[in-house]
């Protein structure tokens, strides 16, 4: 049985050679043109763009730095006192405009200067109002009189799980933070000249 079925396949592949020329079919050019004929692909593309760029406008709902994890699919905001010391982090969604809730009871932040090195730890926030938890909230606070001293240094975060989704050896100066803000400079470009024009006035 087992010859007769090799022989078999062999006399099959030999005659689709000989007739066929098996795979030797220009096929493929066919179903690239198909594909090529729409230009939604294209136009998608750019939409999706030029959506991307809008969600870039957004603000730190609580003046801070913000900082951006992946393609805007979630933000965190970190918010410094420099008189208490006191460092109050805000996860956001992509928007930068609700909380996200991190499933932890602790961060641990290292800050550093050229010379001086500081790491910070902060806990999670309960809030009554949200039904928050200390193990699942979006709000972190901690303190250090390394942030009363610095107010410029770099932030790292070994690990961060947001969603399910894991971020490692994230990086960014603060007050900076990693996202563009060109907006934000016209912005106040235009308010100084309206200042200036005020004042010619007199
Ligand atoms: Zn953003």
């Not at 022989?7 to 690239?32: M, R, Y």
């Not at 992509?94 to 290292?110: I, M, P, Y």
């Not at 790491?119 to 942030?147: A, H, M, P, R």
């Amino acid at each position: 049985m087992e010859r007769q079925r090799a022989l078999g396949v062999s006399a099959i592949t030999a005659f689709c050679l000989l007739v066929f020329g098996c795979g030797s079919d220009p096929a493929p050019p066919k179903d690239q043109s198909k594909t090529n004929k729409g230009d939604g692909h294209s136009e998608h593309a750019t939409d999706h763009e030029a959506e991307s760029k809008k969600a870039h406008d957004h603000e730190a709902p609580h003046g801070g730095t913000l900082v951006v994890f992946g393609e805007e699919f979630a933000h965190m905001e970190m918010v410094v006192d420099e008189t208490s010391g006191k460092l109050t982090i805000y996860f956001l969604d992509g928007l930068a405009s609700n909380g996200v809730r991190l499933k932890t009871e602790s961060l641990t932040l290292l800050l550093s200067t050229g010379e001086k090195r500081e790491t910070i730890t902060l806990k999670g926030v309960e809030n009554d109002l949200t039904g928050e938890t200390v193990n699942e909230s979006s709000q972190f606070e901690g303190q250090s009189d390394f942030l009363k001293a610095n107010h410029k240094f770099e932030v790292h975060i070994s690990v961060l799980n947001i969603k399910g989704v894991e971020f490692k050896e994230v990086k960014f100066d603060f007050p900076e933070g990693n996202e563009a803000h060109d907006e934000d400079e016209h912005h106040k470009e235009s308010e100084a000249t309206g200042k200036h024009q005020g004042t010619e006035e007199r």
